[in-house]
C-alpha cells in the first residue's frame, strides 16, 4: 500500500478528456495487481487494461476508489463489478473533494495566510503557515483515503457518509466568511486607507467586491482584463506629452 | 538578472506547473508561496512574496477544479516576479502583476493544449496497455507538462524584461496608490468568495464580523 500511496500523488500525471486519471489510476495500482497477479501475466495485462479506463475523481481522495479497487481485486471479483463499482464512486469523489477541498480548505487557509501576511508576518512565516496547515489537511485526507478505501472494499460508500465529509465543508462555510470578512477588513484600513485620496481606494474595492458578489465567477475575468487596462493606461498617460509622469 | 537566476526561476518555472496538476499538488504553486520561492532566487523573497499575495488574491476563486479551464497562477508569479527584479523601478509591482494576470490567462490555454495533447496519446490505437506502456504513458505526460511550464516561463521572464523595462522606471503613481490600484481589482474575488460560500444573505453576518475584526485588529497593531 505504500508504494500505491506515493503513486497517488501521480494520478494526475497523464490527464485526460478521454480517460481522464485513469492512465494514472492505473499506474498508482500497478505495484498491487503485480503482487495478486504475479503468476499469471495474462490477468495483469487484463487487470491494467480495465483500469486505464475512464475514471474521474478529486485527486486527493481517488485513495479511497484504489484502495477500494485493490481490495475487490484481491477478493477476486469479476471485472463488471470492478467497473461498475468505480462507475459508482467517481461522482461522489469528484463533488465531495470539490466541495471540501478546492471550495472550502483551500480557500480557507489561503486567505488566513493573505490575513497573516497583510497584518505584517514577513513572508516566512506566512509561506508556512499555508504550506504546513494546508498539506496536514491534504495528507491526512489522502492516507484516510486510502485506508478507509483498502479496509472497507466496496462498502467504501458507507465510510465515506460515517466520516461527514461533507458535512465538515458546510462547516467551514463560516469560517471563509469570516476570513473574507477579516482580509477585506484588513485591506480597506491598511493598504486601502493607506493609499489616501480621501477614500476613493475604499470606494472602489468596495464596489468591486459588490460586482463579484453579485455576479459571481463571471465577474471574475473582468476584473483581471480591467487591472491590466487600468495598468496600461497609467503606463499610456504617464507617457504622453505633459503626462503624470 | 544573473543567468544562474534565470536557470533558477525557469527550473522553478517547470517545478510549479507540475504541481499545479500533474504531480503532488502541495500547492507550492499558489501564487503567495511561487512568488516567495521565486523572490528567493532573486535575492529579495519579501517582494516576492508582495507579488505573490496580490495575485493570490486575483487566484482566491481559481482552482483546478476537473476538467475546466482555469488561468495557471503558479508560472504566472514566477514570471511577474522575475520580471519586477529584472527590471526594477517603481513600475516594477503593478506592471510585473498586469503581466502575471495575463501570462495566467495563456497559461491556462497551454494547460487545454496539453491534454488535448494527453488526449491524443491515450485515445490512439496500438498495443495492449502493459505496465510497461502504463509508466511511459505517465512519465511522457509529466514531462511534457514540465517542458511547457519551463518554456512558458522562459518565454514570460523574456516578453516582460523586453517591453516592461522603460515603462517601470516611468510609472507615475506612487507604491501606496499602485498597490491600492491592484487590491481594487483583487477585491472583485473576495466578493466572488462570498457569493460561493452561499453570498451575503447567508454568510453577510459571518462576513461583517469578520471585517469588523479585521478593521480593528489594523487600528491595534
Redesign the interface.
Known amino acids: 500500500m505504500g508504494a500505491t500511496f506515493l503513486r497517488s500523488?501521480?494520478v494526475?500525471?497523464?490527464?485526460?478528456?478521454?480517460?481522464?486519471l485513469?492512465?494514472?489510476f492505473?499506474?498508482a495500482l500497478?505495484p498491487g495487481l503485480?503482487r495478486l497477479y504475479r503468476q499469471d501475466p495474462d490477468a495483469?495485462?487484463a487487470a491494467?487494461?480495465r483500469h486505464?479506463e475512464h475514471f474521474?475523481a478529486h485527486?486527493?481522495l481517488t485513495g479511497v476508489a484504489l484502495g477500494a479497487a485493490l481490495r475487490l481485486e484481491q477478493e477476486g471479483a469479476d471485472e463488471g463489478t470492478v467497473r461498475r463499482f468505480k462507475t459508482a464512486v467517481r461522482g461522489p469523489l469528484?463533488s465531495l473533494g470539490?466541495r471540501l477541498v478546492?471550495?472550502s480548505w483551500?480557500?480557507a487557509v489561503?486567505?488566513a495566510?493573505?490575513?497573516i501576511?497583510?497584518?505584517?508576518a514577513?513572508?516566512?512565516w506566512?509561506?508556512a503557515f499555508?504550506?504546513v496547515v494546508?498539506?496536514a489537511g491534504?495528507l491526512a485526507l489522502r492516507v484516510w483515503g486510502l485506508r478507509a478505501g483498502w479496509s472497507a472494499g466496496r462498502e467504501v460508500a458507507g465510510r465515506l457518509r460515517a466520516a461527514g465529509l461533507g458535512e465538515l465543508a458546510e462547516r467551514l462555510?463560516?469560517v471563509?466568511?469570516?476570513?473574507?470578512?477579516?482580509?477585506?477588513?484588513?485591506?480597506?484600513?491598511?493598504?486601502?486607507a493607506?493609499?489616501?485620496?480621501g477614500g476613493l481606494?475604499v470606494a472602489?474595492?468596495?464596489a468591486?467586491?459588490?460586482?463579484?458578489?453579485?455576479?459571481?465567477?463571471r465577474?471574475?475575468r473582468?476584473?483581471?482584463v480591467?487591472?491590466?487596462v487600468?495598468?496600461?493606461a497609467?503606463?499610456v498617460?504617464?507617457?504622453l506629452p505633459g503626462?503624470?509622469? | 538578472m544573473g543567468g544562474l537566476q534565470l536557470f533558477g526561476l525557469v527550473v522553478l518555472g517547470g517545478l510549479v506547473g507540475l504541481d499545479g496538476?500533474?504531480?503532488?499538488?502541495?500547492?507550492?504553486s499558489?501564487p503567495?508561496?511561487a512568488g516567495?520561492l521565486a523572490?528567493w532566487i532573486v535575492g529579495d523573497?519579501?517582494t516576492?512574496?508582495a507579488m505573490g499575495?496580490v495575485l493570490?488574491?486575483?487566484l482566491?476563486?481559481?482552482?483546478?477544479?476537473?476538467?475546466s479551464r482555469f488561468?495557471e497562477g503558479s508560472t504566472a508569479t514566477v514570471v511577474a516576479v522575475g520580471t519586477a527584479s529584472a527590471v526594477g523601478g517603481p513600475?516594477a509591482l503593478?506592471?510585473g502583476?498586469?503581466l502575471g494576470?495575463?501570462w495566467?490567462?495563456l497559461g491556462g490555454s497551454t494547460v487545454t493544449a496539453l491534454?488535448?495533447a494527453?488526449?491524443r496519446?491515450?485515445?490512439a490505437p496500438g498495443r495492449?496497455?502493459?505496465?510497461g506502456r502504463?509508466?511511459r504513458?505517465?512519465?511522457?505526460?509529466?514531462g511534457m507538462?514540465f517542458a511547457r511550464a519551463v518554456l512558458l516561463t522562459a518565454a514570460g521572464l523574456t516578453v516582460g524584461t523586453g517591453l516592461l523595462s522603460s515603462?517601470a522606471r516611468?510609472?507615475?503613481?506612487?507604491d501606496?496608490?499602485s498597490?491600492?490600484?491592484?487590491?481594487?481589482?483583487?477585491?472583485?474575488?473576495?466578493?466572488?468568495?462570498?457569493?460561493?460560500?452561499?453570498?451575503?444573505r447567508?454568510?453577510?453576518l459571518?462576513?461583517?464580523?469578520?471585517?469588523?475584526?479585521?478593521?480593528?485588529?489594523?487600528?491595534i497593531?
Open positions: 500523488f501521480l494526475q500525471g497523464a490527464w485526460n478528456y478521454h480517460t481522464m485513469g492512465t494514472g492505473a499506474f500497478l503485480r495483469l495485462e491494467i487494461r486505464t474521474n485527486p486527493y469528484g470539490d478546492w471550495a483551500l480557500p489561503a486567505l495566510s493573505l490575513v501576511y497583510w497584518l505584517g514577513g513572508w516566512a506566512s509561506s499555508f504550506l494546508y498539506n491534504h462555510g463560516p471563509g466568511a469570516v476570513l473574507s470578512g477579516l482580509l477585506c477588513g484588513v485591506l480597506g484600513a491598511g493598504p486601502l493607506d493609499a489616501g485620496d481606494w472602489l474595492a468596495s468591486g467586491f459588490v460586482l463579484g458578489l453579485a455576479a459571481g465567477h465577474a471574475w473582468a476584473a483581471a480591467g487591472t491590466v487600468a495598468v496600461a497609467v503606463v498617460v504617464s507617457s503626462g503624470a509622469g | 496538476t500533474s504531480v503532488g499538488q502541495f500547492m507550492v499558489r503567495l508561496i516567495a523572490g523573497p519579501a516576492g512574496i499575495a493570490e488574491l486575483f482566491l476563486v481559481s482552482f483546478p477544479t476537473g476538467g488561468p513600475g503593478p506592471l502583476v498586469a494576470l495575463a495566467g490567462h491534454r488535448k494527453n488526449t496519446a491515450a485515445a495492449p496497455m502493459g505496465p502504463v509508466g504513458a505517465l512519465t511522457r505526460g509529466i507538462d515603462p516611468a510609472w507615475p503613481l506612487s501606496d496608490r498597490l491600492a490600484l491592484l487590491i481594487v481589482g483583487g477585491f472583485v474575488s473576495a466578493g466572488i468568495s462570498l457569493h460561493g460560500l452561499g453570498g451575503a447567508a454568510r453577510g459571518w462576513f461583517l464580523t469578520g471585517a469588523a475584526m479585521g478593521v480593528a485588529a489594523m487600528r497593531l
